[in-house]
């Protein structure tokens, strides 16, 4: 799953994921396919729609988008 979602870069072979290549692409498969990540306790210090905005942010979403 972490390669498919772009965190981690395939030892061998290739894959596609809503259409962008895994070896080459990883950012554009974030922005597409919506990962969030589940790690909250990192950012308890935070509220929900904080770290949402945050990682929307990160991504490059903006505005309605976000």
């Not at 990540?37 to 990192?42: A, D, E, G, V, Y």
């Amino acid at each position: 799953m972490r390669i498919l979602c772009g965190l981690s870069a395939p030892t061998s072979g290739s894959g596609i994921v809503a259409g962008f290549d895994i070896l080459t692409q990883s950012e554009e498969i974030k922005r597409n396919i919506g990962y969030m990540s589940q790690k909250f306790s990192l950012y308890d210090d935070l509220k929900v729609w904080e770290n949402i905005r945050l990682f929307g942010g990160i991504y490059g979403m903006r505005g309605n988008d976000l």
